[in-house]
């Protein structure tokens, strides 16, 4: 049997194909523009590969899924998972969402795809969480049931923004001004990082400058701004307190990933910042939190492993 999995972006539509759980190959990748749907894309890559045709496809893509019909949020292919599946001649369509399938790809990780940031090991048989900071704050569980991971998705980055220390209630008090609510994502994100170093640039009476997420993060790193190092401190720190806040809320023993594009730009220095301190700052329950294992996932195509996870256990 040929399986095809499919990451699609905004942007981008990676395809590959799976051998199994935590196995691709043939990664190819294809811009969304240039195809009128998912389908046309596929039967271009198997065009390219000279592959067989796939008895088995699963998409992970950057919308809600629910029901037959598949609306994109950030691009304007709208398509019926049943008709793709009839003009694929295929055995089984699965369409997942993205970050789901990249929650389904962490019970699977090998050690080289992720490094461990504090903590005992994992209990297996436990639950999961999963966080990830890019665009905006993606957020699942996975845990075991039977002999499958089964994902829990969630939109737990939208819950309310929580502070812990009296910079962070003069950051919120900044953008709840500005934007009414003020959601975890606001903060633990790409545009958090930028809305963080603007909040800061106020209370201290500073001049703001236009600086993309990207620009604050280089200028912390690089030394070259005291202002952009203490939002990348402040952003750290949150990271921290939310990842705790997941930890606890299903007793996540099986371990905390971080996944996004954002965090593994500088692991070494979320390691030696307070991410972990505030991690396990939860009162009463710091011992439990400080035998939680926290995850950063380096593999870069965790969401075509999620795909070719989600095919392995459903078929």
Same mark, same amino acid.
Request: with cysteine.
């Given at each position: 049997?040929?399986?095809?999995?499919?990451?699609?972006?905004?942007?981008?539509?990676?395809?590959?194909?799976?051998?199994?759980?935590?196995?691709?190959?043939?990664?190819?990748?294809?811009?969304?523009?240039?195809?009128?749907?998912?389908?046309?894309?596929?039967?271009?890559?198997?065009?390219?590969?000279?592959?067989?045709?796939?008895?088995?496809?699963?998409?992970?893509?950057?919308?809600?899924?629910?029901?037959?019909?598949?609306?994109?949020?950030?691009?304007?292919?709208?398509?019926?998972?049943?008709?793709?599946? $009839?003009?694929?001649?295929?055995? *089984?369509? @699965?369409?997942?969402?993205?970050?789901?399938? +990249? &929650?389904?790809? =962490? #019970? %699977?990780?090998?050690?080289?795809?992720?490094?461990?940031?504090?903590?005992?090991?994992? $209990?297996?048989?436990?639950?999961? *969480?999963? @966080?990830?900071?890019?665009?905006?704050?993606? +957020? &699942?569980?996975? =845990? #075991? %049931?039977?002999?499958?991971?089964?994902?829990?998705?969630?939109?737990?980055?939208?819950?309310?923004?929580?502070?812990?220390?009296?910079?962070?209630?003069?950051?919120?008090?900044?953008?709840?001004?500005?934007?009414?609510?003020?959601?975890?994502?606001?903060?633990?994100?790409?545009?958090?990082?930028?809305?963080?170093?603007?909040?800061?640039?106020?209370?201290?009476?500073?001049?703001?400058?236009?600086?993309?997420?990207?620009?604050?993060?280089?200028?912390?790193?690089?030394?070259?701004?005291?202002?952009?190092?203490?939002?990348?401190?402040?952003?750290?720190?949150?990271?921290?307190?939310?990842?705790?806040?997941?930890?606890?809320?299903?007793?996540?023993?099986?371990?905390?990933?971080?996944?996004?594009?954002?965090?593994?730009?500088?692991?070494?220095?979320?390691?030696?910042?307070?991410?972990?301190?505030?991690?396990?700052?939860?009162?009463?329950?710091?011992?439990?939190?400080?035998?939680?294992?926290?995850?950063?996932?380096?593999?870069?195509?965790?969401?075509?492993?999620?795909?070719?996870?989600?095919?392995?256990?459903?078929?």
């Amino acid at each position: 049997m040929t399986r095809l999995v499919a990451d699609i972006g905004g942007t981008n539509m990676r395809i590959a194909q799976t051998d199994g759980i935590n196995s691709i190959r043939d990664i190819k990748k294809y811009k969304v523009t240039d195809f009128a749907s998912p389908v046309d894309t596929i039967k271009a890559y198997i065009k390219d590969t000279g592959c067989a045709q796939p008895t088995h496809v699963c998409m992970a893509i950057a919308c809600p899924v629910a029901g037959d019909q598949i609306t994109m949020t950030n691009h304007s292919w709208s398509f019926s998972i049943r008709q793709s599946q $009839q003009e694929l001649a295929v055995e *089984a369509l @699965y369409v997942i969402n993205d970050f789901t399938a +990249v &929650a389904l790809s =962490v #019970p %699977f990780l090998a050690d080289e795809q992720k490094i461990q940031v504090g903590g005992e090991q994992p $209990q297996l048989d436990k639950p999961i *969480a999963v @966080y990830g900071a890019g665009t905006g704050l993606g +957020v &699942a569980h996975v =845990v #075991p %049931f039977a002999d499958k991971w089964v994902p829990l998705p969630g939109e737990g980055g939208h819950v309310d923004f929580a502070t812990n220390t009296d910079i962070e209630a003069k950051i919120l008090a900044f953008l709840a001004d500005e934007l009414g609510h003020v959601s975890a994502e606001r903060i633990i994100s790409g545009q958090g990082i930028a809305n963080i170093y603007r909040a800061l640039a106020h209370i201290n009476d500073a001049e703001v400058k236009s600086l993309e997420p990207a620009e604050v993060t280089e200028r912390a790193l690089a030394g070259q701004c005291a202002l952009c190092k203490q939002a990348l401190d402040v952003f750290c720190d949150t990271l921290g307190s939310f990842g705790g806040n997941l930890a606890l809320n299903l007793l996540t023993q099986g371990g905390v990933y971080i996944a996004g594009g954002i965090v593994p730009r500088f692991i070494d220095y979320v390691v030696q910042s307070g991410f972990r301190n505030r991690f396990d700052a939860k009162g009463r329950f710091e011992k439990l939190n400080k035998s939680i294992p926290v995850y950063i996932v380096t593999e870069e195509q965790p969401g075509l492993l999620g795909a070719a996870a989600y095919i392995a256990q459903n078929t």
